[in-house]
């Protein structure tokens, strides 16, 4: 960029003061509301899985009361699920980049986009303000009849919390997938575009299909709770077991709305640092719709030993396996893709490049309790708990911190300083296997999940401790970003419209961008990755 | 011989070793591919690390004979797991038509059993070795779950439903229990043991326990109390069903259907007695909802079986195989219908 008198214009100094903000209608200034109040969440889950770790350490349940234990737990699973993992990558990186990648101004509905944070916020209020009153202790799957009729904790309260900022989600999904049908710039044809758009796209499709379940489960609950309705108490005629059905109708998917965007990521990071198209772009574009659509089918997994019909069961476990097989096709094409590539190792990829690992073996050990036979022993341990940590914690954080790292630069316009970022990023992968491979022994050897205390079994507590060490290389490594990201805001020197020297419109406009994201409407002639002629002409 | 290695909890049932077996193929699955994955990450990252800043990668944009052959083989791989799997869950979820019988009853936060000779034991639970034992679990109030890591199996205890499960103790022993559904303060205190007995042994402890009749007896009594013999009467005079004969047979409802009479089916015609009414009787039966306990449902359901040996009633069908002869993972719903 030629240098200029003038200061230019984007979207941060545009204009100034807090109504600028608070009532923007800028999908920028809201992915960085978004980024704000996620990170709040994200740093309070954070807090509860540290106490967790603490009382895990002995097996006595030495540290804190029971009861409180379990709210930690649960406090630990709302906070991260709901308030943190499905909004993360979406509604932050997401919200940012989808009108940027594909040449738009903005989103679709930038009021509902604003409404969406507002909406967001209420429901994350109302299940702070639970937590703040007591708390809740139902774990974050709210289990009847236990919810309903038996635990006298703030279940109301957060169940109406969650319910509200499943809106949010809904919205934001909506709003996705208007922009990405109908305001890509010319040029941007469907296979034109980044897989980052491709894998909102699907999970867009879930938070719109799968959210309005969970939002009327969580009102049953209420409902039963308030008003006895009965709907999943026996003695009314209903069911506890048709609960679960309803809870993982939404809550299997979801678990694509948290991963999905992630693999979007990972697949801009992979051909970004690799100076190449990735591998086989049209399965793994395609292989996101595969994930979304069979998601919706294998809900009956989590319920092996809730006594549903032998027969329930198989076909259950036979569509989870084929739900694995997209997810496969992914980690070998990203793989791929490094073959004979340009490739830095600078920290995104190596965020990337954990994420494949952990996401493998996260997936694989799902392979594990889709094998009703190993579920009946395994369901309910520790071996679930390190299973889906992989996936959420190895997959969806390790992309989100990855993706915050590579979009840095064009976000704040500033670079932050590489080496710190290195080494947070290895803390990262190091700590989080020490905290969570420990876990898969546990669970093999019998330890259940939610247990404030646990007998002294050999080898129980050696294994926890590591877990427990673990989790405190892993804080440090979450922690250390936000200082040398917020240092860089400030400090960091200017990146330029491209420091990466990647492709993607986004990178062709100023970092940071202006208020409508481009000077010039793009128009667009190659496929994304297009880092030579020849990939220029498929 | 796993058992021995430490990462594994002990084998204390017949079950046990086969779950290990198909385990140590998933986790060698799962190395393989884990390795297989890292190792061309670090070796291509390495091998193809960048040499100048403005150096890009190869167009290199795919392969159709790539793509089929990932997509292929993972498939092939999944199969083999869900085959083996599903099998092994066929085999360690259908009990032996022999299998001793004990009901359990899951109660915050305790795990109350009781032999069909009466003995009754809390948090604990004695069994012969080397005879299948099948559970019968209920619950009291909130879900919980029967989990002896040693057996590797557990089930859930279903407010509302009748679950089972079953085992074979391989070696004598005293294994962990544990509750493995959250189920509110003391989930983690909801523990026990498990104490597999030689057969002798099992029998002096059975003997020395302190017994008020059998479960049967103890079901007749409630059976009597409830006055449910009004109606059940052993003849066909009644103005219900006779009981005797029908416990594992096949009835013929009202719709037409027919239906295994199980433990499932017992507990729906106590609670829900109009959901699945048997041809030919009346809809009068009051349900038994709130008026019996877990712990009853148990033993009126213990007393039926008892009447199945008895001569079949006219009229009530024939009988089919043994009562824990059918796949009997978990059991059918009893009433939401």
Same mark, same amino acid.
């Given at each position: 960029?030629?240098?200029?008198?003038a200061?230019?214009?984007?979207y941060?100094?545009?204009?100034?003061?807090?109504?600028?903000?608070?009532?923007?209608?800028?999908?920028?200034?809201?992915?960085?509301?978004?980024?704000?109040s996620?990170?709040?969440?994200?740093?309070?889950?954070?807090?509860?899985?540290?106490?967790?770790?603490?009382?895990?350490?002995?097996?006595?349940?030495?540290?804190?009361?029971?009861?409180? =234990?379990?709210?930690?737990?649960?406090?630990?699973?709302v906070?991260?699920?709901?308030?943190?993992?499905?909004?993360?990558?979406?509604?932050?990186?997401?919200?940012?980049?989808?009108?940027?990648?594909?040449?738009?101004?903005?989103?679709?509905?930038?009021?509902?986009n /604003?409404?969406?944070?507002?909406?967001?916020?209420?429901?994350?209020?109302?299940?702070?303000?639970a937590?703040?009153?007591?708390?809740?202790?139902?774990?974050?799957?709210?289990?009847?009849?236990?919810?309903?009729?038996?635990?006298?904790?703030?279940?109301?309260?957060?169940?109406?919390?969650?319910?509200?900022?499943?809106?949010?989600s809904?919205?934001?999904?909506?709003?996705?997938?208007?922009?990405?049908?109908?305001?890509?710039?010319?040029?941007?044809?469907?296979?034109?575009?980044?897989?980052?758009?491709?894998?909102?796209?699907?999970?867009?499709?879930?938070?719109?299909?799968?959210?309005?379940?969970?939002?009327?489960?969580?009102?049953?609950?209420?409902?039963?709770?308030?008003? #006895?309705?009965?709907?999943?108490?026996?003695?009314?005629?209903?069911?506890?077991?048709? =609960?679960?059905?309803?809870?993982?109708?939404?809550?299997?998917?979801?678990?694509?709305?948290?991963?999905?965007?992630?693999?979007?990521?990972?697949?801009?990071?992979?051909?970004?640092?690799?100076?190449?198209?990735?591998?086989?772009?049209?399965?793994?574009?395609?292989?996101?719709?595969?994930?979304?659509?069979?998601?919706?089918?294998?809900?009956?997994?989590?319920?092996?030993?809730s006594?549903?019909?032998?027969y329930?069961g198989?076909?259950?476990?036979?569509?989870s396996?084929?739900?694995?097989?997209?997810?496969?096709?992914?980690?070998?094409?990203?793989?791929?893709?490094?073959?004979?590539?340009?490739?830095?190792?600078?920290?995104?990829?190596l =965020?990337?490049?954990?994420?494949?690992?952990?996401?493998?073996?996260?997936?694989?050990?799902?392979?594990?309790?889709?094998?009703?036979?190993?579920?009946? #022993?395994? #369901?309910?341990?520790?071996?679930?708990?390190?299973?889906? #940590?992989?996936?959420?914690?190895?997959?969806?954080?390790?992309?989100?911190?990855?993706?915050?790292?590579?979009?840095?630069?064009?976000?704040?316009?500033?670079?932050?300083?590489?080496?710190?970022?290195?080494?947070?990023?290895?803390?990262?992968?190091?700590?989080?296997?020490?905290?969570?491979?420990?876990?898969?022994?546990?669970?093999?050897?019998?330890?259940?999940?939610?247990?404030?205390?646990?007998?002294?079994?050999?080898?129980?507590?050696?294994?926890?401790?590591?877990?427990?060490?673990?989790?405190?290389? /892993?804080?440090?490594?979450?922690?250390?970003p936000?200082?040398?990201?917020?240092?860089?805001?400030?400090?960091?020197?200017p990146?330029?419209?491209?420091p990466?020297?990647?492709?993607?419109?986004?990178?062709?406009?100023?970092?940071?961008?202006?208020?409508?994201?481009?000077?010039?409407?793009?128009?667009?002639?190659?496929?994304?990755?297009?880092?030579?002629?020849?990939?220029?002409?498929? | 011989?796993?058992? *021995?290695?430490p990462?594994?909890?002990?084998?204390?049932?017949?079950?046990?070793?086969?779950?290990?077996?198909? *385990?140590?193929?998933?986790?060698?699955?799962?190395?393989?591919?884990?390795?297989? %994955?890292?190792?061309?990450? %670090?070796?291509?990252?390495?091998?193809?690390?960048?040499?100048?800043?403005?150096?890009?990668?190869?167009?290199?944009?795919?392969?159709?004979?790539? @793509?089929?052959?990932?997509?292929?083989?993972p498939?092939?791989?999944?199969?083999?797991?869900?085959?083996? $799997?599903?099998?092994?869950?066929? +085999?360690?979820?259908?009990?032996?038509?022999?299998? !001793?019988?004990?009901y359990?009853?899951?109660?915050?936060? !305790?795990?109350?059993?009781?032999?069909?000779? $009466?003995?009754?034991e809390?948090n604990?639970?004695?069994?012969?070795?080397?005879?299948?034992?099948?559970?019968i %679990?209920?619950? @009291?109030?909130?879900?919980?779950?029967?989990? &002896?890591?040693?057996?590797?199996?557990?089930?859930?205890? &279903?407010?509302?439903?009748?679950?089972?499960?079953?085992?074979?103790?391989?070696?004598?022993g005293?294994?962990?229990?544990?509750?493995?559904?959250?189920?509110?303060?003391?989930?983690?205190?909801?523990?026990? !043991? &498990?104490?597999?007995?030689?057969p002798?042994?099992?029998?002096?402890?059975?003997?020395?326990?302190?017994s008020? $009749?059998?479960?049967?007896?103890?079901?007749?009594?409630?059976?009597?109390?409830?006055?449910?013999?009004?109606?059940?009467?052993?003849?066909?005079?009644?103005?219900g069903?006779s009981?005797?004969?029908?416990?594992?047979?096949?009835?013929t409802?009202?719709?037409?259907?027919? %239906?295994?009479?199980? @433990?499932?089916?017992?507990?729906?015609?106590?609670?829900?007695?109009?959901?699945?009414?048997?041809?030919?009787?009346?809809?009068? !039966?009051?349900?038994? +909802?709130?008026?019996v306990?877990?712990? +009853?449902?148990?033993?009126?359901?213990?007393? &039926?079986?008892?009447?199945?040996?008895?001569?079949?009633?006219p009229?009530?069908g024939?009988?089919?195989?043994a009562p824990?002869?059918?796949?009997?993972?978990?059991?059918?719903?009893?009433?939401?219908?």
């Amino acid at each position: 960029m030629e240098a200029s008198i003038a200061k230019p214009t984007n979207y941060l100094n545009a204009t100034h003061g807090a109504a600028s903000w608070f009532l923007t209608k800028d999908h920028k200034r809201i992915a960085l509301l978004y980024l704000i109040s996620v990170s709040i969440f994200f740093l309070m889950g954070g807090v509860f899985a540290s106490l967790i770790r603490l009382e895990l350490l002995t097996p006595a349940g030495d540290f804190v009361s029971s009861e409180t =234990y379990n709210k930690f737990f649960t406090m630990h699973g709302v906070m991260m699920v709901f308030f943190f993992l499905i909004p993360s990558i979406p509604a932050t990186l997401g919200n940012f980049l989808v009108p940027m990648m594909i040449g738009a101004k903005d989103l679709a509905f930038p009021r509902i986009n /604003l409404l969406s944070w507002y909406i967001y916020l209420v429901g994350g209020l109302m299940a702070v303000s639970a937590m703040v009153m007591g708390g809740v202790d139902t774990g974050w799957t709210f289990y009847t009849p236990y919810s309903t009729a038996v635990s006298n904790t703030h279940v109301v309260m957060t169940g109406v919390g969650i319910f509200i900022a499943g809106f949010s989600s809904i919205l934001t999904g909506f709003n996705f997938i208007v922009t990405i049908h109908t305001m890509r710039a010319p040029g941007m044809t469907w296979m034109r575009l980044p897989l980052f758009i491709w894998a909102h796209y699907a999970a867009s499709l879930i938070m719109i299909m799968g959210t309005p379940v969970i939002a009327v489960t969580l009102l049953m609950v209420v409902l039963e709770r308030v008003l #006895h309705f009965g709907f999943f108490d026996p003695t009314r005629g209903g069911d506890p077991v048709l =609960y679960q059905h309803l809870f993982w109708f939404y809550s299997h998917p979801a678990v694509y709305i948290m991963v999905l965007p992630g693999m979007g990521v990972i697949s801009e990071l992979i051909a970004g640092f690799s100076r190449k198209p990735v591998f086989g772009y049209s399965f793994v574009a395609v292989s996101s719709l595969g994930i979304a659509f069979v998601g919706f089918l294998v809900w009956g997994h989590h319920m092996f030993t809730s006594s549903q019909s032998i027969y329930a069961g198989l076909i259950f476990s036979f569509l989870s396996y084929l739900v694995a097989i997209p997810s496969a096709i992914k980690v070998f094409n990203w793989t791929a893709t490094l073959y004979k590539g340009s490739i830095s190792w600078e920290s995104p990829m190596l =965020y990337a490049m954990g994420f494949i690992g952990l996401f493998t073996i996260g997936g694989l050990t799902g392979l594990f309790l889709s094998a009703i036979g190993l579920d009946l #022993h395994l #369901h309910d341990g520790y071996f679930v708990v390190a299973h889906f #940590h992989y996936v959420m914690v190895g997959g969806t954080l390790l992309a989100y911190l990855g993706g915050l790292h590579f979009w840095w630069p064009k976000i704040t316009g500033k670079l932050y300083y590489e080496p710190f970022a290195k080494v947070s990023a290895v803390i990262v992968f190091v700590g989080f296997n020490l905290t969570f491979f420990p876990q898969f022994i546990l669970g093999y050897m019998g330890m259940p999940r939610r247990y404030h205390q646990y007998p002294e079994i050999d080898g129980w507590q050696v294994l926890n401790v590591l877990s427990t060490a673990g989790a405190s290389i /892993l804080a440090l490594g979450v922690i250390l970003p936000a200082f040398y990201l917020t240092y860089s805001w400030f400090k960091g020197p200017p990146a330029g419209p491209n420091p990466w020297g990647v492709t993607g419109l986004e990178w062709e406009t100023a970092s940071p961008p202006p208020t409508a994201n481009f000077e010039e409407t793009p128009i667009v002639t190659r496929p994304p990755y297009a880092f030579t002629n020849e990939d220029a002409h498929v | 011989m796993l058992s *021995y290695l430490p990462f594994f909890p002990p084998q204390g049932s017949t079950h046990a070793a086969s779950v290990d077996a198909l *385990y140590v193929f998933f986790v060698a699955v799962t190395a393989f591919f884990s390795v297989l %994955i890292a190792t061309l990450i %670090i070796v291509f990252a390495v091998r193809f690390r960048r040499r100048s800043p403005d150096e890009v990668g190869a167009p290199i944009h795919g392969s159709l004979v790539l @793509e089929l052959t990932w997509t292929f083989i993972p498939l092939v791989i999944a199969m083999v797991m869900f085959v083996w $799997g599903a099998s092994l869950y066929f +085999q360690i979820t259908t009990p032996p038509s022999n299998a !001793m019988e004990v009901y359990v009853v899951g109660k915050r936060w !305790m795990w109350k059993a009781q032999h069909v000779t $009466g003995q009754r034991e809390i948090n604990e639970l004695h069994v012969p070795v080397g005879q299948p034992v099948k559970l019968i %679990i209920g619950s @009291e109030d909130v879900l919980h779950a029967y989990w &002896v890591p040693a057996f590797r199996m557990k089930m859930d205890a &279903v407010p509302g439903r009748t679950t089972t499960m079953w085992f074979e103790a391989s070696k004598a022993g005293t294994y962990q229990l544990f509750c493995a559904e959250y189920c509110g303060m003391s989930h983690s205190r909801m523990i026990g !043991m &498990v104490t597999a007995l030689e057969p002798a042994a099992f029998q002096t402890w059975l003997a020395g326990g302190k017994s008020t $009749g059998t479960m049967a007896d103890l079901g007749a009594k409630v059976f009597t109390d409830l006055g449910c013999s009004t109606c059940h009467m052993d003849s066909a005079q009644g103005r219900g069903p006779s009981l005797k004969g029908v416990f594992g047979s096949q009835v013929t409802l009202a719709s037409g259907d027919k %239906i295994t009479a199980d @433990e499932a089916y017992v507990r729906e015609s106590i609670l829900t007695p109009t959901a699945k009414m048997v041809a030919g009787f009346p809809p009068l !039966m009051p349900t038994f +909802q709130g008026v019996v306990s877990e712990e +009853q449902i148990a033993q009126l359901t213990a007393y &039926v079986k008892s009447l199945a040996t008895a001569p079949a009633a006219p009229g009530a069908g024939t009988p089919a195989p043994a009562p824990g002869g059918a796949p009997a993972a978990g059991t059918t719903q009893a009433a939401a219908h």
